[in-house]
């Protein structure tokens, strides 16, 4: 089972390390991990292992409401 996420949001060039058993989340530099997932970062592909939904959203509330999802019909 997959217990930690790396994140990198477009527009930022940090990453997000989120553990999922603790409930934290660390900024590490972008820098601090293997190049190559800057370079898959550059080129604009989405890898998910280990994730079967992952929704980017700007409001919390988006997460929790129905209407986020019936939005899309």
Do not use: H, N
């Not at 997959?2 to 949001?9: M, V």
């Not at 390390?17 to 989340?25: A, S, Y």
């Amino acid at each position: 089972m997959t217990r930690y996420l790396l994140i990198g949001l477009t527009g930022d060039t940090s990453l997000k390390l989120v553990d999922l058993e603790k409930g934290t989340v660390e900024t590490i530099a972008a820098d601090a991990v293997d190049e190559s997932v800057a370079q898959v970062r550059e080129a604009g592909a989405t890898i998910m292992r280990g994730v079967d939904v992952a929704i980017g959203i700007e409001d919390r509330m988006d997460a929790v409401g129905r209407f986020f999802f019936a939005q899309g019909k």
